[in-house]
């Protein structure tokens, strides 16, 4: 079976999570982005709320240029309390802006975990041969042949999931990897 799209895997973990906070009696809210905030469901622990947050989720894209550090600088007013807050992403981002944002959340008390959600094509390159590529986030074509990048952009996303989860243990949050192609 073909792996899920990244959108859609997170979206099922997230349906999930709230799904077991829901037989908890937790409350459990939802935050879906892009550039800005589309639809923020504050914390609540209904049914009710269960199928609205499943109707979000089935409503929405995921498609298009995100700006992690922006969506948690908007939510961050409205957690009135200390919670934790489930960060789902592929987190491709700035990481400047998102340790800012990241420090944010610490200042207001919220623990964080970070689920890095991953194409087993973004792990892995397995490109070969003459190829046009799309920048990520909508920054551009690249016509080249695969190999001669392999090496620079695994090196380039190491360097970059490092300096995150660098930032998460300065902070004592959790960063954890979701390949969309695990069993």
Do not use: W
């Not at 991953?118 to 695969?146: M, T």
Request: one cysteine or more.
């Amino acid at each position: 079976a073909a792996a899920m799209g990244k959108f859609e895997y997170a979206a099922t973990v997230v349906a999930t999570l709230a799904y077991m906070l829901l037989l908890q009696k937790d409350t459990f809210g939802l935050a879906l982005f892009d550039r800005k905030v589309h639809t923020a469901l504050p914390a609540k622990g209904s049914g009710a709320h269960f199928r609205n947050m499943l109707d979000a989720l089935s409503e929405a894209t995921g498609r298009g240029n995100t700006d992690i550090s922006g969506a948690l600088a908007a939510v961050a007013p409205q957690l009135k309390r200390r919670g934790l807050v489930v960060l789902l992403s592929d987190f491709i981002d700035e990481t400047d802006r998102l340790a800012s944002a990241l420090g944010q959340m610490s200042f207001l008390g919220q623990d964080v975990i970070l689920f890095h959600i991953e194409d087993p094509v973004e792990r892995d390159f397995p490109f070969a041969g003459h190829s046009i590529f799309l920048g990520p986030e909508e920054e551009g074509k690249l016509r080249c042949d695969p190999r001669d990048l392999r090496g620079a952009y695994l090196a380039e996303r190491s360097r970059h999931l490092n300096s995150i989860r660098e930032t998460c243990l300065r902070f004592g949050y959790e960063f954890e990897d979701m390949p969309t192609d695990a069993r």
